[in-house]
């Protein structure tokens, strides 16, 4: 019963504060986003074989997307138990806490609000009167400011960013307000693709946000969605010189050992950096701690577990 009164108790909370949200997104932008998204799904992804680049486990989370994306998808679509189950955190409030407490010991109240006031586009669970944010994006801010902080890294002299799976786009939302300059790229199993394709949309608009068919294709200062594909990305390495950034928060190591190879035999794009998240190996992800085995040309600045998740890491790597 408690369990129950405290879930009405965050519904009816987040319902009184997202009227306040600063930054409004009419619902009218987010279906014609859709629209689009979903003629060009059908047409060229319905039928995508994953083949060994995903465990077992995901591809029931696939499906359930995949589902959810083709029958029932909408304005309110991060509230669907199949995103919120794979795609947002929902944390204690101690650990809310403490990573609000980290973030405003780094920046100013002005700047995290800019930083984290949510669009009311997928209606997220709020979770925070003063920033008017979810705890979901005050968690993929703290993996940003953590990074800057023990690597002394301006996230403002990052031009080129590709990440490695891309939840339902928040990270990219957050670091394009950090950085509006940065070509930002994701590479993600198309379903998930298509899912930031019209979140980005509807939030940036289509002049700034790109699915991208052909790498040659990507755009200087964008948002460029990248389907998954082993040949595209072999060459997006060819065609994208001087990445900054390489970021995957848990996404790679939840991935089959020939899938972390493919992007370990890309260098991670040369990059410059990488930011990861991993957890240790258990019976769903048997290869999650292979990730820290990186290329022997990049340096390895900060590897510590968390203080919020047993068994789950931070990893930060420089070039050498």
Known sequence: MKKLINKIQRELKSSLISPFAKKITPPHNFSKAYADAKKIYLARYANFSYGN???????????????????????????????????????????????????????????????????????????????????????????????????????????????FGGGYGDAAKIFKTINPQATYIITDLPIFSFVQLVYLQSIFGKEEVFLVNDVRDVQKGKINIIPFD?????????????????????????????????????????????????????????AAENVKNVPADYTVRFNKETDYTPDSYYLFCEKK
């Open 53 to 163: 680049y995903v465990v077992p486990d995901w591809l029931k989370n696939i499906q359930a997307m995949e589902d959810a994306f083709l029958h029932n998808f909408h304005f309110n679509f991060l509230r669907l138990p199949v995103i919120r189950a794979t795609m947002i955190v929902i944390s204690t409030p101690s650990w809310k806490k403490n990573q609000l407490d980290y973030l405003e010991s780094k920046l100013d109240t002005g700047t995290l609000k800019s930083m984290l006031t949510e669009y009311n586009v997928g209606k997220p669970i709020l979770a925070d009167f003063k920033y008017t944010t979810s705890t979901n994006s005050i968690h993929l801010l703290y993996h940003f400011i953590k990074f800057s902080s023990e690597l002394s890294v301006d996230l403002k002299n990052l031009s080129t960013v590709i990440e």
């Open 230 to 286: 082993a040949e595209k990305l072999s060459m997006l390495k060819e065609h994208v010189k001087s990445v900054d950034l390489f970021i995957s928060t848990w996404a790679l190591s939840e991935t089959p050992k020939q899938t972390q190879d493919l992007i370990k035999s890309l260098n991670y794009f040369d990059t410059r950096y990488i930011l990861m998240g991993y957890q240790k190996s258990n019976s769903d992800f048997t």
